[in-house]
């Protein structure tokens, strides 16, 4: 292995949008590279392309002569390794066990580290330095400790080409200098390094050679005197700056020269708000840019709502007349009803509970994915269904223990009842600062659902059949209620819980860049999460106690609005309402229409939304691109 990389003809563009084309570009043994252009200009997309983590539209990539691609991926990481901007471990890990990482290339089997892997990484650690750190935890070291671990695990990887996508970002200027003079080190050893930075004087006095990028092209290639000069920067920067050469040692250092009088960059005047003299792009068709379009989005997914709620009563396995129906409804006296009048008796509140359980299922479902950051998470993420499914089977299976309170049946106060059990329980966990981990605050969630499904199954076991035959009908979830009186039970926590996630879909934009980024912002992320898990929490466990666990209606439908509505929480969360009481409605007329053969009995919804939600789930997973 010789340590050279090439790239020759490359074309990448992400979906007609940004595009990138270069000709050419090298790294050669024992130098250091670096790319330095204006953000957004394609220099991390180059490096993802140079190791062939993605894949370009035309050209290629050679590693050591060999087109990059046709090689395995575990040759590739034995001869390079990419470190990207951040890279923060989900779970706490000791800096000698991180660095030991870097070996797995070099592994089989169970991958589990030798003598000679120890050394290895000891050595490692003792050319960045951090060897008296190794059995820190990684989040207790400071950013440039942690760098120079990542570096060490690099390292340890044992390389003959290395590619780093900013890795002095954040760093104070003590640490971006000891990066790269490790870096320097690393490279008399022979290894090529290709580096992204942003620190133009940096790279002035590290880098063997600079290649600066614009707009997914390369401007020049050359040693820094030839490429950092203030005529070649001034245009692709849009800011005048200062190239001064050290008499001593032929340095170059970059200054920004900054006229102070000025609102904008020197010789570009500001228009419309928008630095560089270009105008402010137009309002994308996805975006909230007015009230008028939020209005007007708003209204769209309502009026689906509104046509699933009028063609919902059409449907089932029995033909009505639906005008006549709500003539005699209206008109007559409740013992001289029709046929058509005594069905849609019995399909109105279904609609109803339809429309409330959809608007519940599909607005805690944005919410939770957005508080979490976590695109798989739904109303039954945090366990609180199957605590309710819980009180449900165990009201079933003893009646002498249930009872009811107002207009709730015994099955009604026993789901509801551990439903807020498992609310209070989450509430709890929140305070004691087990939320204060995202993946703290799953597993225990996900803890309390695998529990109660395991006391599900021993109710279900001591049962005897008929009994256990109602708790399956019930357990696969379904909007068959005799009337209005199984519908009232679910308003009050419905409509607590649908209040408190839609006055916190604003902060949750917040929420969603991080806990530190919110703060900065003036949002308390932990306080919005706990007030959003606990209302979606609150409205899932109302309409779970009536119609039983329904799946899927929280996970798909707010993915499938923020493919039509963009991120926009002050939108997914509202319309992700809307459209899973549309959906669930439609899909519980649908399974009103199937009848299924010999058993004399419908399907019940719970069972065709996860028939239908899986597969499309599926579906649109397999086609997202990055």
């Not at 009481?581 to 719970?606: C, H, K, N, Q, Y």
């Amino acid at each position: 292995m010789n340590g050279t990389l090439s790239a020759s003809k490359l074309k990448f563009s992400y979906n007609g949008g940004f595009s990138l084309q270069v000709e050419s570009l090298d790294l050669r043994p024992g130098e250091i590279h670096a790319l330095i252009g204006p953000n957004g200009c394609g220099k991390s997309t180059l490096l993802r392309l140079m190791l062939g983590m993605i894949k370009p539209a035309s050209g290629n990539v050679r590693l050591d002569d060999v087109e990059i691609l046709s090689l395995p991926v575990q040759e590739v990481a034995r001869r390079a390794a990419f470190l990207p901007q951040q890279t923060t471990p989900v779970f706490a890990a000791r800096a000698r066990d991180v660095v030991l990482l870097g070996r797995h290339p070099w592994n089989r089997g169970l991958g589990l580290p030798g003598e000679e892997d120890r050394l290895i990484a000891c050595e490692a650690m003792q050319r960045m330095r951090v060897d008296a750190l190794q059995d820190r935890f990684l989040d207790t070291l400071s950013g440039g400790e942690r760098q120079r671990v990542m570096l060490a695990s690099i390292l340890a990887q044992q390389p003959r080409v290395i590619l780093l996508d900013e890795p002095t970002s954040s760093l104070d200027i003590h640490h971006q200098v000891e990066v790269f003079q490790l870096l320097r080190e690393e490279a008399k050893r022979g290894v090529g390094i290709l580096v992204v930075t942003h620190d133009l004087t940096l790279a002035g006095h590290f880098a063997d050679r600079i290649t600066l990028m614009n707009a997914g092209r390369i401007v020049c290639t050359g040693k820094a005197a030839e490429v950092l000069r203030e005529e070649t920067l001034r245009p692709v920067y849009g800011v005048n700056v200062r190239v001064v050469t050290s008499p001593a040692d032929g340095m170059v250092s970059v200054i920004p020269s900054v006229d102070r009088g000025r609102d904008g960059p020197p010789g570009r005047p500001l228009r419309n708000g928008a630095p560089g003299g270009r105008a402010l792009p137009p309002a994308e068709k996805n975006s909230m840019s007015s009230w008028k379009s939020y209005a007007l989005t708003i209204a769209l997914f309502a009026a689906a709502g509104v046509v699933a709620v009028m063609l919902s009563p059409h449907f089932g396995a029995e033909k009505i007349n639906f005008m006549q129906g709500v003539r005699e409804m209206f008109s007559i006296p409740r013992g001289e009803w029709g046929v058509s009048a005594g069905i849609l008796a019995l399909r109105l509140p279904r609609v109803v509970l339809g429309l409330l359980a959809g608007i519940a299922l599909g607005g805690a479902g944005a919410a939770f994915q957005s508080a979490l950051r976590n695109p798989l998470a739904e109303p039954y993420t945090l366990g609180i269904a199957s605590a309710s499914s819980l009180g449900a089977v165990i009201a079933l299976s003893c009646p002498a223990i249930s009872f009811s309170i107002g207009f709730m049946n015994g099955t009604q106060v026993w789901a509801m009842g551990l439903a807020l059990c498992g609310v209070l329980f989450l509430q709890i966990a929140c305070r004691r600062g087990w939320g204060h981990s995202l993946t703290g605050l799953l597993l225990t969630g996900f803890t309390m659902g695998l529990v109660s499904a395991a006391l599900i199954m021993l109710v279900r076991f001591l049962a005897n059949p008929l009994t256990a035959r109602a708790m399956d009908q019930w357990m696969v979830g379904g909007l068959e209620v005799s009337g209005w009186r199984d519908v009232t039970p679910c308003l009050p926590f419905w409509l607590i819980g649908v209040v408190l996630v839609l006055i916190h879909a604003r902060e949750l934009n917040q929420v969603e860049m991080g806990e530190e980024m919110a703060r900065g912002r003036g949002v308390d992320a932990e306080k919005v999460r706990r007030r959003v898990l606990v209302g979606g929490s609150l409205a899932t466990a109302a309409v779970v106690a009536v119609t039983g666990p329904i799946g899927f209606v929280g996970l798909l439908v707010p993915h499938m609005v923020r493919r039509i509505v963009g991120t926009d929480e002050r939108l997914v969360v509202p319309c992700s309402m809307l459209a899973g009481a549309a959906v669930l409605v439609l899909a519980d007329a649908a399974a009103r229409s199937i009848t299924l053969s010999g058993r004399g009995a419908e399907l019940p919804v719970g069972i065709l939304t996860s028939l239908i939600g899986g597969p499309v789930f599926l579906f649109l997973l397999l086609r997202r691109k990055s």
